[in-house]
């Protein structure tokens, strides 16, 4: 008897665990659509690193049930790179992919005052930091998005040129 109820509240776990992750996957689906219609000359998308991310373990941090997850993401068209940075309050993952796979070892990929405006949902300020100082060249896409995990996920998004300020922003 012991063993029957410790195998039925294994099952429940695994599948609550694997609604949540599929959930995430939809969401990432939701989020590629918006992304492919800027980029479509990538073999690999946002979507399927995410995929893959999720099921190496890399994104365990997450609780998909009540967490708030941050995403910002660029696509180096010049040497087909990705970079990205998914962070929770609690944790942050960030890499690099090429065609030789993720590198993790990425300290510094976006600004602080940009995680910062991102975390703090503050898309007026992004908009405005856009026209002031987005000049340089090349021009790189910037893709963020928020999403509330609960019953039912809250999904905000949003593209941006990549802007620099030399008296305030850093890596």
Same mark, same amino acid.
């Not at 599929?22 to 946002?46: G, P, W, Y």
């Not at 373990?57 to 708030?68: A, P, R």
């Not at 929770?88 to 992919?97: G, L």
């Given at each position: 008897?012991?063993?029957? #109820?410790?195998?039925?509240?294994?099952?429940?776990?695994?599948?609550?665990?694997?609604?949540?992750?599929?959930?995430?996957?939809?969401?990432?689906?939701?989020?590629?659509?918006?992304?492919? !219609?800027?980029?479509?000359?990538?073999?690999?998308?946002?979507?399927?690193?995410?995929?893959?991310?999720?099921?190496?373990?890399?994104?365990?941090?997450?609780?998909?049930? !009540?967490?708030?997850?941050?995403?910002?993401?660029s696509y180096d068209?010049?040497?087909?790179?990705?970079?990205?940075?998914?962070?929770?309050?609690?944790?942050?993952?960030?890499?690099?992919?090429?065609?030789?796979g993720f590198d993790?070892?990425?300290?510094?990929?976006?600004?602080?005052?940009?995680?910062?405006?991102?975390?703090?949902?503050?898309?007026?300020? #992004?908009?405005?930091?856009?026209?002031?100082?987005?000049?340089?060249?090349?021009?790189?896409?910037?893709?963020?998005?928020?999403?509330?995990?609960?019953? #039912?996920?809250?999904?905000?998004?949003?593209?941006?040129?990549?802007?620099?300020?030399?008296?305030?922003?850093?890596?």
């Open positions: 008897m012991k063993n029957y #109820i410790l195998l039925l509240i294994t099952t429940i776990l695994l599948e609550s665990n694997s609604c949540s992750a599929q959930n995430f996957i939809d969401i990432s689906r939701q989020l590629e659509k918006k992304t492919s !219609k800027a980029i479509n000359t990538k073999t690999v998308s946002f979507h399927d690193l995410r995929v893959a991310l999720l099921k190496s373990g890399w994104l365990n941090f997450i609780d998909f049930t !009540k967490d708030t997850l941050y995403i910002l993401e068209i010049q040497d087909g790179s990705y970079i990205s940075r998914l962070w929770t309050r609690k944790s942050i993952i960030q890499y690099k992919y090429t065609k030789d993790f070892n990425q300290k510094k990929l976006f600004t602080k005052f940009t995680i910062q405006l991102i975390q703090n949902w503050d898309t007026i300020s #992004i908009r405005k930091e856009e026209m002031l100082y987005s000049s340089s060249l090349p021009v790189y896409t910037i893709y963020g998005a928020r999403i509330i995990f609960g019953s #039912i996920p809250l999904i905000a998004y949003i593209r941006f040129k990549e802007f620099f300020y030399s008296k305030r922003d850093e890596y």
